[in-house]
């Protein structure tokens, strides 16, 4: 028996999602890392990348022709809607996609000549839908690595006993 991030037992590890409060707008989130069954999830759900681009090509190739929203947050613990408003970009439209002959995805989203983006699989590092209609969010970077504290957003209680264990609080 295994356990997944949120101690959930399962016989196999490869895909243990956390269950999430709804508050947070989705009810499972995905560790890149701790996924080996690469497939296309269904909303809601929240993916922290961790690099793993068989995993996020999945989630975008099928993707390639509708509307997403591609974002850079200055600092990835604010949130797209954080309030008071932090320092970010973001773009909405039609992806376009494909793969490198090093295997790599590249990504853009053009609204015109002077609005666009252009992306790669090594800077997502999160991907999430709110539903299983909705448009997929995408966040980059300039590399995968995130600061973002998952556990302390999704789990508060959980990760303040943790901190006070620890002598923290």
Not at 113 to 138: M, P, V
């Amino acid at each position: 028996m295994l356990l997944g991030y949120n101690g959930v037992e399962a016989e196999d590890a490869s895909l243990v999602p956390c269950q999430l409060n709804t508050m947070y707008g989705c009810d499972y989130l995905y560790f890149g890392n701790k996924v080996s069954d690469i497939k296309q999830f269904t909303g809601p759900y929240l993916l922290r990348t961790d690099g793993n681009k068989e995993l996020i090509q999945a989630q975008l190739m099928p993707r390639v022709d509708q509307e997403v929203n591609v974002s850079w947050l200055a600092n990835h613990n604010t949130g797209r809607n954080s309030n008071p408003p932090q320092t970010q970009i973001s773009i909405q439209g039609k992806l376009e996609g494909l793969i490198n002959n090093e295997g790599e995805g590249t990504y853009r989203v053009l609204i015109n000549d002077q609005t666009y983006t252009y992306f790669f699989d090594s800077n997502i590092w999160q991907i999430s839908q709110k539903d299983k209609d909705a448009r997929l969010i995408i966040l980059i970077d300039t590399s995968h690595h995130t600061d973002y504290n998952y556990e302390e957003k999704v789990d508060p209680i959980g990760y303040a006993f943790k901190l006070e264990q620890r002598g923290l609080i």
